[in-house]
């Protein structure tokens, strides 16, 4: 039996999954959580074989939930499944030690075989998106500028686009606020923008950030 935990800050995303999954023999959801921090709390408490972890959520969102259960219980599947289809964001994630990538454009079948796929100890990328990881190591970082990016460093964008404020931030990643706005300095001068305006525009633009997220 393959326990999988479910982590979205959108109840009916949650019960679609879990609909489809308790159809499936051999697999189980034995949680679902609304908040990365609150997945992070789970995993060390249950240890599920598998988890499905939306990015874009409330607190510390998913990049970081990702990165604590990975550091904490490294025999845990995480699974990304995720609007964001743009690259650098997928290979931050997979280089991170995520074992899937999926998005949420996935079908049935496919979820399924990719929660098959990491419990069996394979790493599973929905296909366009690995052809288009294939194919961004050709392009040059002029084409998106947030390639240019680190991972705490686009992690922090992300946390602003979505309209988190830096205290906010500062006390979800256990930094002070005088890191956390160093990074964001840091994060402008690399992208040419002058405040968190014209990142989140930019961020629109670059196919980083959708207007409309679930």
């Known amino acids: 039996m ?3 935990l479910l982590v979205d800050d959108h109840e009916l ?10 159809e499936v023999k051999g697999l189980k959801v034995i949680g679902e959580t609304e908040t990365g921090e609150e ?3 789970f995993c060390r408490k249950n240890e599920p074989d598998v988890v499905l972890m939306d990015m874009n959520m409330p607190g510390i969102g998913g990049l970081e939930a990702t990165k604590k259960i990975i550091r904490y219980s490294p025999d845990i599947k995480v699974i990304v499944l995720t609007v964001y289809c743009e690259d650098p964001i997928p290979t931050k994630v997979m ?3 995520a074992a899937g990538y999926l998005t949420k454009g996935a079908g049935a079948d496919e979820m399924v075989n990719a929660i098959r796929a990491v419990n069996s100890g394979q790493r599973y990328i929905t296909p366009d998106i690995a ?11 002029e084409e998106n500028p947030f390639n240019t990016l680190s991972e705490r460093e686009l992690q922090i964008m992300l946390m602003v686009t979505r309209g988190e404020k830096v205290p906010a931030i500062s006390e979800q990643l256990i930094l002070s606020t005088k890191t956390i706005n160093s990074y964001r300095y840091r994060m402008f001068e690399k992208l040419n923008v002058g405040n968190d ?12 950030i959708k207007t409309e997220i679930l």
């Open 2 to 4: 393959i326990n999988v």
């Open 13 to 22: 995303v949650r019960t679609g999954i879990r609909k489809i999954l308790d």
């Open 39 to 41: 997945a992070v709390q």
């Open 95 to 97: 280089q991170m030690g």
């Open 131 to 141: 052809q288009q990881m294939a194919l961004s190591q050709f392009k040059s970082s």
């Open 197 to 208: 305006v014209e990142l989140t525009h930019l961020a629109i633009r670059f196919g980083m």
